[in-house]
């Protein structure tokens, strides 16, 4: 079994990654399967685009009827989590939404598997459990009060048309740099910052977790 973590951030130590990882370490623990592998790819690594409207993917007949035909780094990649056991995608938030490189991901992603037929079916070749992390600056309320989870849930709903319902979590109020005295940025209270990322960010690694040990049922 496999289960991948997809990194929108471009950080590789940060909040997004932590709390990927923690998913992972979730997923694991909750396997008995010995067997279970997890990986995170970090999309930043990666050389590539968002879909190009090439249509390949929809071409009757051809040979990449339903799959992506550009050939970058994605390629690899995307044919591999085809056949995941599980897919947790994780997100900071720029400007009210996932980061461009997890969009075009997304793009590659899904867009193959969505058929234009009437019932906008899928035929993508395993229908996994999967998962949505999204970190940001700004505090719950006014996440909700900026009704960030209308712009993401527009997401969520192709991904479970392709594969499943994602269980969704958000990380607020997020640690931005390891030291807020280095940057312009007052305003923010970094003692404030400091005591939400001290009592809650050890709750979200938990919440997290949580969602990785109920990914596979
Ligand atoms: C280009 C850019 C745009 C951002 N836009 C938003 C935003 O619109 N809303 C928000 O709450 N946070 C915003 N943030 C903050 C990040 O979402 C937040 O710090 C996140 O937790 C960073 O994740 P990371 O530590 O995994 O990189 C932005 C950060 C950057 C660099």
Redesign the pocket.
């Known amino acids: 079994m496999k289960v991948y973590a997809i ?1 929108g ?3 590789k130590n ?6 990927l990882q923690k998913a992972l370490d979730g997923v694991k623990d909750s396997v008995k399967d010995s067997e279970i592998e997890t990986e995170i790819i970090n999309l930043y690594d990666l050389n590539y685009t968002g879909c190009k409207s090439c249509f390949a993917c929809k071409r009757l007949e051809s040979k990449n009827y339903g799959k992506c035909a550009i050939k970058d780094d994605l390629q690899e990649v995307l044919e591999k989590v085809s056949q995941a056991d599980g897919l947790i995608f ?8 996932i ?1 461009g490189q997890l969009q075009a991901f997304l793009e590659r992603l899904l867009f193959p598997y969505l058929v234009y037929d009437k019932n906008h079916s899928s035929i993508a070749p395993k229908k996994m459990p999967t998962a949505f992390i ?5 505090p719950q309320e ?2 909700e009060q ?1 009704n ?1 989870n209308l712009i993401l849930n527009t997401l969520a709903a192709p991904i479970e048309r392709i594969f499943t319902k994602p269980k969704v979590m958000y ?2 109020n ?3 740099f390891d030291d807020y005295s280095k940057y312009k940025a007052d305003a923010f209270s970094e003692e404030e910052k400091a005591a939400h990322r001290a009592k809650q960010f050890p709750l979200d690694c938990e919440k997290a977790y949580k969602i990785g040990t109920s990914l596979i049922q």
């Open positions: 990194n951030s471009p950080r940060k909040n997004t990654a932590t709390l994780g997100s900071p938030i720029y400007f009210s939404n980061t999204y970190t940001m600056n700004v006014f996440m900026l960030y990380s607020n997020t640690y931005q």
